[in-house]
């Protein structure tokens, strides 16, 4: 699972060209998020206590000591199977350590219901649909999380 976490002031996904509805925060982290084929929802669950517990959020001294719950933030969570792009050869990625669909939903579904459990609101993309993402970054502020590197090898 690869997550690109970024913090922003503001920022909004429009699903399928619908402009009238479109599927915003006012303030927290916005969350690219692509699986692969070894991904569980035990992998989801390590990665969303990750993001809800990150602490990049400026306190009264400005440093990076709060999370997202602590600053009362929100997340705006994408679907993005081309984190897995592979690019080693020619020109046009390729995309086969992207988890297939019909793995891919499941995980993203869970990893929003996941997400919501903790209290923080979330809104979201909708998978496999044409989007366009409008955010400020705020600082910025990017964090990449994969679960390759992040993970302990025991869970």
């Known amino acids: 699972m690869k997550v690109v976490l970024q913090r922003v002031l503001r920022a909004d996904v429009v699903v399928n060209g619908d402009r009238e509805n479109p599927r915003e925060i006012a303030g927290g982290f916005m969350a690219l998020v ?16 990750k993001i809800i ?26 679907s993005q199977f081309t984190l897995y792009a592979d690019c080693r050869k020619g020109r046009r990625p390729s995309f086969t350590a992207a988890a297939r669909p019909e793995q891919a939903i499941p995980l993203y579904e869970y990893f929003l219901k996941t997400l919501e459990k903790s209290g923080i609101p979330v809104k979201s993309g909708e998978f496999g649909a044409d989007m366009q993402i409008t955010l400020t970054n705020d600082g910025p502020v990017t964090i990449i999380l994969d679960s390759e590197e992040i993970m302990p090898k025991k869970l």
């Open 53 to 78: 517990g990150m602490r990049v959020f400026e306190d009264d001294n400005g440093l990076m000591n709060l999370s997202l719950a602590d600053v009362g933030g929100e997340l705006l969570v994408v």
């Open 34 to 49: 692509g699986f692969c084929a070894a991904d569980t929802e035990t992998v989801v669950d390590y990665i969303s206590a």
